[in-house]
T-cell receptor, first 113, second 113 residues
Framework: KAGVTQTPRYLIKTRGQQVTLSCSPI?????VSWYQQTPGQGLQFLFE???????NKGNFPGRFSGRQFSNSRSEMNVSTLELGDSALYLC????????????FGPGTRLTVL | SQKIEQNSEALNIQEGKTATLTCNYT??????LQWYRQDPGRGPVFLLL?????KEKRKERLKVTFDTTLKQSLFHITASQPADSATYLC????????????FGTGTKLQVIP
């Protein structure tokens, strides 16, 4: 089974721009969660999608949004980028029940200049 | 507010010894706790899950304990090897139908040959 894939792997943007990140989950997984990882804050939960619906959301501003398609692929969008948005963005897929194992992708490294 | 602390940012240990990593939490009543391993440039990889009604879980050289009274989990790697060198993350999850885990900031383990 192919693992979780994320594209692009690296991205450089400037302040004020917007960015879209993509995540393809493991085949058969209906849940996709997004996390932001920074050296200071660690891994922080952004949101989780299940069957195209956002089920849960972390404490991030509205500039961070996401969606999930019928094939379970998910995208995350960040608008009006700020320097502090520089981070590793990770997605994880699972079958969606609470304690199901989450399988993480390699992440997208976003640098905001 | 909820807080998860992992004992130290870095831990150095001699090969063959037992590594013990600590995860303490406050203002939280998790239904389960997970441990992940993360290598540089990669997403976390799930290792073990322990539920609130379980005291101990083992998997090969790994052992996890969970003390809900002390609000603490200990993660042990016995007979440690240089290949065990990585960052280890604990994550706490609530009960409920959907996934939302809160991660600690991690402990970087270095096993010295």
């Amino acid at each position: 089974k192919a693992g979780v894939t994320q594209t692009p792997r690296y991205l450089i943007k400037t302040r004020g721009q917007q960015v879209t990140l993509s995540c393809s989950p493991i085949s058969g997984h209906r849940s996709v969660s997004w996390y932001q990882q920074t050296p200071g804050q660690g891994l922080q939960f952004l949101f989780e999608y299940f069957s195209e619906t956002q089920r849960n959301k972390g404490n991030f501003p509205g500039r961070f949004s996401g969606r999930q398609f019928s094939n379970s692929r998910s995208e995350m969008n960040v608008s009006t980028l700020e320097l502090g948005d520089s981070a590793l963005y990770l997605c994880a897929s699972s079958q969606g029940r609470n304690t199901d194992t989450q399988y993480f992708g390699p992440g997208t490294r976003l640098t905001v200049l | 507010s909820q807080k998860i602390e992992q004992n130290s940012e870095a831990l150095n240990i001699q090969e063959g010894k037992t590594a013990t990593l600590t995860c303490n939490y406050t203002n939280y009543s998790p239904a389960y706790l997970q441990w992940y391993r993360q290598d540089p440039g990669r997403g976390p990889v799930f290792l073990l899950l322990i539920r609130e009604n379980e005291k101990e879980k083992r998997k090969e050289r790994l052992k996890v304990t969970f003390d809900t009274t002390l609000k603490q989990s200990l993660f042990h790697i016995t007979a440690s090897q240089p290949a065990d060198s990585a960052t280890y993350l604990c994550a706490l999850g609530n009960s409920g139908g959907y996934q939302k885990v809160t991660f600690g900031t991690g402990t970087k383990l270095q096993v010295i040959p």
